[in-house]
């Protein structure tokens, strides 16, 4: 990140969870009360019918759909996609900023810095299917973020941009260590833990393409309709879909992804790698073809045409089979619910 420690300024953080406070929750909850940000927890069917959590302000199904929301009242229940109505709570609230993260996640220092839209970074463009992990270390086995088609993982780092011109990334993605970000092929055969180096940070434009996830990220206000992160498929590919679908939308804007440092580190929840493994076959199998697809889109460019661009890329999903149908409502929904908070 760049810029002195002048904290988040006016952000929220937003998390979703079916479980009691963690020892994540906490730190996030005691790191909002002291910097005066909205800390957004998200419920669902599982989770406690009582939380409490100084600092938070907790959410759970009666709540999200009293908020009046077309949105909240449409979109299913048991899904980790329901962090969209934290998103579209965020933005009713004002705020500039919004940062993602997840139950799983602790904050190292740097998370609370100062975060800033425009910054100076090794810029990348035109090079394809980008491995941005090897930017951020020299382990002799290599080491990729989930959603990187995996005949990609051996690619070489493209030559990187260096100069003194501030890029415009107002999708922000922080790594994440002793846990990463990383596929259930990648945990069945490496060992974990695994930290990555400090470096300075990477930005992804035109023609370049890296998955992203949903549990450090952090949004400008231009780009807070691109959050959506849609139901209609598998629960390990909805956050690295929506990457696909915002790094096409942000192309026509002039928009940079950047990929920053380390700012948390996760002690990850129980979970079952075969049932990951199998939860991410379609990624496996189609993120290739979905970028590919997506790229060939003609999608409208400017600030005031992202909803009509977002309904565009998924009309695309939809086409290629790989997101239900069912989906197109909730998107059309998701967007005039934005519509409405902006104008």
Same mark, same amino acid.
């Given at each position: 990140m760049t810029g002195p420690t002048e904290g988040i300024g006016a952000g929220a953080l937003v998390v979703t969870t079916i479980g009691h406070p963690t020892a994540a929750m906490r730190a996030l909850a005691r790191g909002a009360l002291d910097r005066g940000l909205e800390f957004i927890v998200i419920g669902d069917e599982k989770s406690p019918a009582h939380f409490d959590l100084e600092g938070a302000t907790f959410y759970d199904l009666d709540a999200q759909r009293g908020t009046g929301m077309a949105f909240a009242s449409r979109c299913p229940t048991r899904h980790y996609a329901r962090k969209n109505i934290g998103y579209l709570l965020a933005m009713q609230k004002g705020v500039d900023i919004i940062v993602e993260t997840d139950d799983d996640n602790l904050p190292l220092p740097g998370f609370w810095d100062r975060r800033d839209r425009h910054v100076r970074a090794a810029a990348v463009a035109q090079a394809g299917w980008v491995n941005v992990y090897r930017h951020f270390s020299d382990a002799d086995a290599p080491? =990729?973020?989930? +959603?990187?088609?995996?005949?990609? &993982? %051996?690619?070489?780092?493209? *030559?990187? &941009? &260096? +100069? *003194?011109?501030?890029? *415009?990334?107002?999708? !922000? @993605? $922080?790594? /994440?260590?002793? *846990?990463?970000d990383v596929d259930a092929v990648y945990r069945l055969i490496e060992r974990l833990p695994f930290t990555f180096d400090q470096r300075p940070p990477i930005a992804l434009g035109k023609g370049s393409w890296s998955p992203f996830n949903s549990q450090n990220t952090t949004w400008f206000a231009d780009a807070f309709p691109l959050l959506y992160l849609p139901f209609h498929c598998s629960f390990? &590919? #909805?956050?690295?879909?929506? %990457?696909?679908?915002? @790094?096409?939308?942000? =192309?026509?804007? $002039? =928009? %940079?992804?950047?990929?920053? @440092?380390? #700012? /948390? =580190? !996760?002690?990850?929840n129980e979970h079952d790698l075969m049932a990951d493994f199998e939860d991410e076959i379609p990624g496996y199998l189609h993120n290739?073809?979905?970028?590919?697809?997506?790229?060939?889109?003609? /999608?409208p460019s400017g600030t005031g045409r992202i909803g009509d661009a977002l309904l565009m890329c998924y009309e695309e999903l939809i086409r290629l089979g790989v997101v239900g149908r069912e989906e197109f409502d909730l998107v059309e929904s998701w967007v005039s619910d934005c519509e409405a908070i902006g104008g």
């Open positions: 080491i =990729w973020p989930r +959603g990187l088609p995996l005949n990609a &993982v %051996s690619n070489a780092l493209p *030559d990187l &941009v &260096v +100069g *003194d011109r501030m890029i *415009d990334c107002p999708i !922000q @993605q $922080g790594l /994440v260590n002793e *846990d990463p390990r &590919v #909805t956050d690295i879909w929506r %990457s696909f679908v915002a @790094q096409r939308i942000a =192309w026509e804007n $002039g =928009w %940079s992804i950047l990929f920053h @440092q380390a #700012t /948390v =580190w !996760q002690e990850r290739r073809r979905i970028g590919e697809a997506l790229a060939a889109l003609p /999608v």
